[in-house]
């Protein structure tokens, strides 16, 4: 059948989470381009309304399991469940998010189908490829997109052989675009005793901890992004004073982070958190690729920076060359006497 099946995840809730109606709208984009369906899988408890949620993102068919068993997340029946339907329904390409879960759940799905899988993906594409030695054409393959060695080049990763092409994206990389389509996804409720056995439920979950997000730097439409040029964990209170004026948050980049001037959960980047904001406001950020593959899709940058020369300022929309323990009190000062 060679459809696209994106794993959906459940949130607390009860509702799709955000990461998976992105990879849906990507997914839906995909299949128009492969000339096939787009197909979900939703496994749980209490699923009802999934449907309704996910078929304004293009979505053709949903597959249900449902069972209180398999609340909450657990890799064995799940990852049992995911692989067999992937194998029976003959899936070309599967997309899961690159969250706890999705790291846990792939791997584990892409060893029992022996197909490869690209990890933390920053964009997927159709192409094909010629293979010169063997003068073969592989067509519509999936290019499995993202940076390699370390983020000094983008890497091509394609899988023309054992399929599906599994690839994992991070929540904020795509796009969520609800497609204008009234039809409702078909609705096909899988029989979970036929895919799982007693012994996927030998592990059994006896309490669990959940700690509440202290920060929504993706939600956030305004950000005041730091780096190492801001020089210490005090000198960060210039940017809370300019993010709490303006209505934003503070984000970082990673050198800022391992100084200790912020915590882990701001970190914009490769390996932090992407976003794209209306106003993203650089200070002390030298723009290396890592950083820009967080926040590159930001609507309007500005840079405060002492080095004309840094690579940020190619991607800014606005430069300001000076230190931003002058720039940024004069922006709050003057951000204060012209908002009265
Ligand atoms: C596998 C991998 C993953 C990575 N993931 C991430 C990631 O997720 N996010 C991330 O950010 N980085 C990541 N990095 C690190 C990345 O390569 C850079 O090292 C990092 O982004 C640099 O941070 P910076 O711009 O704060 O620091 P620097 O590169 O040190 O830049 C500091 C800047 O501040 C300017 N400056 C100095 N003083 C002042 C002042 N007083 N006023 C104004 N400007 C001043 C300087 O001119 C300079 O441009 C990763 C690296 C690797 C290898």
């Known amino acids: 059948m060679k459809n696209v099946f994106v794993y959906c995840e459940i949130t607390e809730e009860g509702h799709i989470a955000d990461v998976s109606l992105e990879l849906c709208s990507k997914g839906r984009k995909l299949a128009d381009e492969l000339n096939v369906d787009i197909e979900a899988v939703v496994i749980g408890t209490k699923l009802k309304g999934i449907q309704e949620e996910l078929s304004p993102f293009g979505v053709d068919k949903v597959y249900i399991a449902e069972d209180k068993r398999l609340f909450p ?36 799905v892409a060893s029992t ?24 054409t592989y067509k519509n393959l999936l290019y499995q997109i993202r940076p390699a060695f370390g983020g000094n080049i983008v890497a091509t990763i394609i899988n023309p052989d054992m399929h599906p092409q599994m690839a994992t ?10 497609v204008r389509r009234k039809k409702l996804a078909e609705l096909i409720n899988i029989d979970v005793k036929k895919y799982v056995s007693d012994s996927d439920f030998v592990v059994n979950i006896i309490e669990r901890h959940i700690e509440a997000q202290k920060v929504n730097i993706k939600g956030a439409q305004i950000i005041v992004a ?24 503070v984000g970082a980049t990673r050198a800022a982070v391992d100084a200790g001037y912020e915590e882990h ?3 914009i980047g490769q390996t932090g958190v992407t976003v794209r904001p209306k106003l993203y406001i650089a200070c002390g950020i030298s723009g290396a690729v890592q950083h820009r593959a967080g926040m590159d899709q930001s609507a309007q940058i500005i840079s405060i920076n002492t080095d004309l020369e840094a690579p940020i300022t190619n991607i800014a929309d606005y430069n ?5 323990e002058d720039v940024l009190p004069k922006m709050l000062k003057y951000f204060k006497q012209n908002s009265k």
């Open 73 to 108: 997340y657990t890799t064995l029946p799940h990852a049992a469940i995911f692989s067999k339907l992937l194998e029976e329904q003959q899936a070309d390409v599967v997309l899961v998010g690159a969250t706890s879960i999705g790291r846990d759940l792939a791997p584990r």
């Open 113 to 136: 189908l022996r197909c490869g899988l690209t990890a933390d993906c920053t964009s997927l594409e159709i192409g094909d490829h010629y293979v010169k030695k063997t003068d073969t």
């Open 169 to 178: 994206v991070r929540e904020g990389v795509m796009k969520k675009e609800p």
């Open 226 to 249: 730091g780096g190492y040029g801001v020089g210490s964990k005090k000198n960060f209170n210039l940017l809370y004073q300019l993010a709490d004026a303006i209505g934003g948050e």
């Open 265 to 267: 959960e701001r970190q």
């Open 320 to 324: 300001i060359n000076g230190r931003l």
